[in-house]
């Protein structure tokens, strides 16, 4: 039962951060087989919880991982950041 997940994490003025939102790009945790699942589509991820940020700081982990690291290929594509006005 392997996951592969993005951490995005907010950062403030003085680069601490301010939380951290987690999603999973691909998930075989499920007991049933129609539960897993591989990220294929865009996708909107809200980040509001993050609070006032100037930065961002992604991640990423994955179960499945050897003895030279993450065997899972470790990227991911990004588009279309908005800040909404508060």
């Given amino acids: 039962p392997d996951w592969f997940k993005l951490t ?3 950062l403030d003025t003085a680069d601490a951060t301010t939380g951290a939102v987690e999603f999973y790009l691909a998930d075989f ?7 897993d699942y591989i990220v294929s589509n865009w996708t ?4 509001h919880t993050l609070g ?5 700081r992604f991640s990423l982990s994955s179960t499945d991982n050897g003895a030279y690291g993450m065997n899972t290929p470790a990227y991911f594509a990004i ?7 508060p």
Avoid at 52 to 56: E, M, N
Avoid at 79 to 85: C, E, K, P, V
């Fill in 8 to 10: 995005i994490e907010g």
């Fill in 29 to 35: 945790t499920s007991g049933d087989p129609t539960g």
């Fill in 79 to 85: 588009d279309g950041i908005r800040r909404l006005a």
């Fill in 44 to 47: 909107w991820v809200e980040l």
């Fill in 52 to 56: 006032d940020i100037v930065g961002l």
